[in-house]
């Protein structure tokens, strides 16, 4: 009625790898939110740059 070759309770627990797999999840979470907080940083310096050509121009331009 019920499987022979299921795993015991005991080597469930003893058993790392989904812990492992969580952890790198957990890196690789912080890592993509330091390139968005990165890029958001750059965006809001190229914004800066750009609107000031344009008024540059918008002045040259008459």
Known sequence: MFPTNRPSLGR???DRRGATAI???LILA???LAIM???AGVADAT???WDGVRGAVSRVMG
């Open 47 to 49: 914004i800066g740059m």
């Open 12 to 14: 469930i627990l003893k």
């Open 30 to 32: 912080l890592v993509v």
């Open 23 to 25: 952890e790198y999840g």
């Open 37 to 39: 907080a990165s890029v």
